[in-house]
């Protein structure tokens, strides 16, 4: 013990140089070094002379020697072990530290602890927790051999305590944040992760922690992940990029990342957008209907106007026609046959321009209340010889399926036009389902669709087996003159005319097709709230042959703006006998009314007419100066003069252009004979 004080007392006067010094002249206690050759002493002498870092020094024996940054660090532990052999010095840790020394000498390799904690006291006995990086190095000799130890003690307690008080700061900043935090490794793995990530995934931190995320990330994003992740890596400064995270419910979460890197770590902040996407989503599906339907009306109001001028020069060519015909002698076979195709080519011209009225509701409709059971049922024979015998047609009806209120012959050419073209895309044969049900349109449906109004509805489907459409020819499917068939086999109109006619009544149509997987129509009817009318039995019997018009002697106003359909008109009625007044407009007709020498017995009158005045205005004012005239109007394209919401206005009678002779005179005919109620 005096020995050691002795060593002490010298380290006080002289520090560990003097120390070091003193052994190698044989002045200190512990006797001279001789087993020390020069250079280690050489080599100890400059490593001891180091003030930045704390250096200890074991030599052969183990004897410890350290420079001036120990003892203001170590404190009480300076003068008991400075000179001492390490396993007195240093006993409680000698089984710990003792074949470390032996390991670095062994094998002259070097041993790095990092941040290694010690409890130590200083400053008059006040204990603290302190850290160390540690580094123990084997000195060679200039032989090659090991002379001792040298261990080079780095403090890092106040890097230590300060990320220690980063992470708590973190932590709470976590515990406050929305967003989800993490931290990663260049690999990906994740190294810390804030607790919102429980709470919006529902994976445990313990799940989390120590692994990548690609065990719950969407098959398809994982691949885009992992190079922004070797992106970062690489030192790209900032990633921004979405991907999915499987819940532990099982559903998928979108986030959107911000990941920046910082030396070996990943700093990453992401953003649940799951519902902003969804709404996203919704929006664009939204404004895609609000355009389409935007588009629609455009068409219809298009295809309306090009319809009405096109029926006035119909009714021109028809009504010419229709003469030539009845004028033609039976011995003209050839000029026979030559009007016979015109007016074939006419009248199919005739059908087109219906449906770009239908398509357009531009239609005049006479709807009915009908039990769509029957209506379905009623068609079923039509269907199977319109189809032929390759296309199975199936009809499905429901029980206490709800009446609707539609125009019976619109109806059923609907649902013709959607067997014909299910035909087509069955042409080697298939089956056509047409089922009927109730259902209900929610506002949530409604708020993705144009025109819908929330309630019941029934449903009317038709389906085939055939080869379906893509997702681009979908998209054009309702327009008009879009056709996906050979040139000459079809108009393009059918889908459209579908469409309109079920807007028109108050209606929705939707398509679902997919390649290879057939084609399904759905056509939502509004319900009809009130009693079916009581049915009657209808005994089929062949319908009588069309009689001729009949000849009349009574006067007739025709009030038409187009010369040369007036000059048809009034050649025709002049043909069956009528007295005939003729006006292009409605003053005209007025002032004719008033000038006739005696009563007007029918008005015929167009509904569209220049200088300000409707068909409409003009048999109102006709009736205020006769009450008992009767009124029959004709138009190419239907108006709010006469129809509204899609239907005739109570009382109207109406002949829609191009007509025929046979139908002007029979439907003059029908009108001026039947008897008037009073509410008439």
Not at 95 to 121: C, M, N, W
Not at 181 to 201: K, V
Not at 256 to 261: D, I, Q, R
Not at 584 to 608: K, M, N, Q, R, S
């Amino acid at each position: 013990m005096s020995q050691q004080r002795d060593i002490a007392d010298m380290i006080a006067e002289q520090g560990p140089m003097g120390a070091l010094t003193a052994t190698i002249d044989g002045s200190s206690p512990l006797g001279p070094a001789s087993d020390w050759s020069p250079s280690l002493v050489s080599t100890v002498r400059l490593m001891l002379s180091s003030r930045a870092e704390i250096v200890l020094f074991w030599g052969p024996d183990y004897c410890a020697l350290y420079n001036e940054a120990y003892a203001p660090t170590i404190g009480d532990k300076h003068p008991r072990v400075l000179g001492r052999p390490a396993r007195e010095g240093w006993a409680e840790l000698w089984d710990d530290l003792g074949p470390l020394l032996q390991s670095v000498r062994d094998t002259g390799e070097t041993f790095h602890a990092k941040d290694r904690p010690f409890y130590i006291e200083r400053d008059g006995g006040r204990g603290e927790e302190v850290f160390f990086d540690i580094s123990y190095s084997p000195v060679f000799e200039l032989d090659g051999s090991i002379g001792g130890v040298l261990c080079i003690v780095s403090e890092t307690t106040v890097r230590v305590l300060a990320e220690r008080e980063a992470r708590a700061d973190r932590n709470r900043l976590w515990a406050l944040a929305r967003d989800p935090f993490l931290i990663a490794d260049s690999e990906g793995i994740w190294l810390s992760a804030s607790p919102a990530w429980t709470d919006i995934l529902g994976w445990s931190q313990e799940e989390l922690i120590g692994r990548t995320s690609e065990w719950m990330e969407h098959p398809d994003d994982v691949k885009r992940t992992r190079g922004e992740v070797q992106d970062l890596a690489d030192g790209h400064p900032t990633i921004r990029f979405e991907n999915r995270f499987r819940t532990k419910r099982g559903d998928y979460r979108i986030f959107s990342w911000t990941a920046v890197p910082e030396g070996d770590l990943i700093y990453c902040v992401a953003r649940d957008v799951t519902r902003h996407r969804a709404d996203a989503q919704a929006l664009a599906e939204t404004e895609a209907a609000l355009r389409q339907a935007q588009k629609m009306e455009t068409l219809g109001q298009l295809t309306g106007g090009v319809a009405h001028d096109f029926n006035n020069l119909l009714q021109i060519v028809t009504g010419n026609l229709d003469l030539l015909q009845r004028a033609l002698p039976d011995d003209q076979p050839r000029l026979r046959r030559a009007a016979d195709n015109a007016m074939a080519g006419a009248e199919r011209a005739a059908i087109l321009t219906q449906r770009l009225l239908a398509f357009s509701r531009r239609q005049p409709l006479a709807p009915d209340r009908v039990d769509p059971n029957r209506l379905i049922a009623g068609m079923s024979d039509l269907l199977h010889r319109t189809l032929g015998e390759m296309i199975e047609v199936e009809t499905v009806q429901s029980p206490r399926v709800w009446p609707v209120e539609i125009d019976v012959n619109q109806m059923e050419n609907a649902l013709l036009n959607l067997a014909v073209n299910a035909r087509d895309a069955m042409p080697q044969g298939g089956k056509l389902t047409i089922e009927v049900a109730n259902t209900h349109l929610d506002s949530h449906y409604a708020a993705t669709e144009q025109e819908i109004t929330p309630g019941q509805y029934v449903l009317i489907c038709v389906s085939d087996t055939g080869m379906g459409m893509d997702a681009d020819t979908l998209s054009h499917a309702i327009e008009p003159f879009f056709t996906t068939k050979d040139v000459g086999r079809g108009t393009g109109l059918g889908l459209s005319m579908v469409y309109g006619f079920v807007k028109q009544s108050g209606g929705h149509v939707r398509v679902y097709s997919e390649t290879g997987h057939g084609t399904t129509v759905k056509i939502y009817l509004p319900r009809y709230h009130g009693l079916l009318p009581v049915a009657e039995e209808i005994v089929q019997a062949p319908p009588p042959p069309p009689p001729c018009p009949q000849a009349g002697q009574e006067v007739i106003l025709v009030c038409e703006d187009d010369e040369n359909v007036r000059a048809y008109s009034v050649e025709v009625l002049r043909d069956l006998g009528y007295r005939v007044i003729e006006a292009g407009d409605g003053p005209t007709a007025l002032a004719a009314l008033d000038a006739a020498a005696e009563p007007i017995d029918l008005l015929f009158t167009d509904v569209v007419l220049p200088g300000g005045m409707t068909g409409a205005d003009i048999a109102r004012a006709a009736k205020a100066k006769q009450p008992g005239l009767r009124v029959l109007f004709t138009t190419g394209y239907a108006r709010n003069a006469i129809i509204h919401h899609g239907r005739l206005d109570p009382g109207v009678e109406l002949l829609t252009k191009p007509f025929t002779y046979r139908a002007l005179g029979e439907k003059i005919r029908d009108m001026l004979d039947r008897v008037e109620s009073p509410a008439q």
